[in-house]
T-cell receptor, first 115, second 114 residues
Framework: DTAVSQTPKYLVTQMGNDKSIKCEQNLGHDTMYWYKQDSKKFLKIMFSYNNKELIINETVPNRFSPKSPDKAHLNLHINSLELGDSAVYFC??????????????FGPGTRLTVT | GQQVMQIPQYQHVQEGEDFTTYCNSSTTLSNIQWYKQRPGGHPVFLIQLVKSGEVKKQKRLTFQFGEAKKNSSLHITATQTTDVGTYFCAGTSQSGGSNYKLTFGKGTLLTVNP
């Protein structure tokens, strides 16, 4: 059983296109995240949702729009893709942080390549 | 904003040698977590430290949390080829209200020569 799944695993597209990445978790967690990992392996949080409510929105271009239809799903839509968007995007989930301590479970990642 | 610095960026060792990676935060942390990412894989949770001065062990891995809750270290004794990967520390701080944010260090890539 896959705890956190993402689709697609690989995504190759041209500049200017719009694409979506989907994420689902079957752990019953309340909180979900999107991270971007660049070529230097730096993991940077983009968004965090708790029970479908946006709680963290880092400095991300508004071409990136997350959407959480329910607490088990968090999708990421990217408009007008740019070369600099090429990276691995990880979805993650955790229990709700009421005391600031909850491990995160990561999905397998989506490698996005913009040409 | 909160920053989490991690050093070294890379470490290459001979199998059997020890390895340590260090993590420092610009602010006091609620807790610190450590993750391991194998090449081509995704980050996997290793451990969480919460208390000031806490030390935890997992077989050959020893994790420490500083007294001021601003620094941490991961030490691996007698490295094996299976230890290869990038080790990330991640510090938890409050981001407003009852919400918290995990800030990752840039990671230390460990390679082991058999």
């Amino acid at each position: 059983d896959t705890a956190v799944s993402q689709t697609p695993k690989y995504l190759v597209t041209q500049m200017g296109n719009d694409k979506s990445i989907k994420c689902e978790q079957n752990l019953g967690h309340d909180t979900m995240y999107w991270y971007k990992q660049d070529s230097k392996k730096f993991l940077k949080i983009m968004f965090s949702y708790n029970n479908k409510e946006l709680i963290i929105n880092e400095t991300v271009p508004n071409r990136f729009s997350p959407k959480s239809p329910d607490k088990a799903h968090l999708n990421l839509h990217i408009n007008s893709l740019e070369l600099g968007d090429s990276a691995v995007y990880f979805c993650a989930s955790s229990r709700r942080w009421t005391s600031g301590s909850s491990e995160q479970y990561f999905g397998p990642g989506t490698r996005l390549t913009v040409t | 904003g909160q920053q989490v610095m991690q050093i070294p960026q890379y470490q290459h060792v001979q199998e059997g040698e020890d390895f340590t990676t260090y993590c420092n935060s610009s602010t006091t942390l609620s807790n610190i977590q450590w993750y391991k990412q194998r090449p081509g894989g995704h980050p996997v949770f290793l451990i969480q430290l919460v208390k000031s001065g806490e030390v935890k062990k997992q077989k050959r891995l020893t994790f420490q949390f500083g007294e001021a809750k601003k620094n941490s270290s991961l030490h691996i004794t007698a490295t094996q080829t299976t230890d290869v990967g990038t080790y990330f520390c991640a510090g938890t701080s409050q981001s407003g209200g009852s919400n918290y944010k995990l800030t990752f260090g840039k990671g230390t890539l460990l390679t082991v020569n058999p």
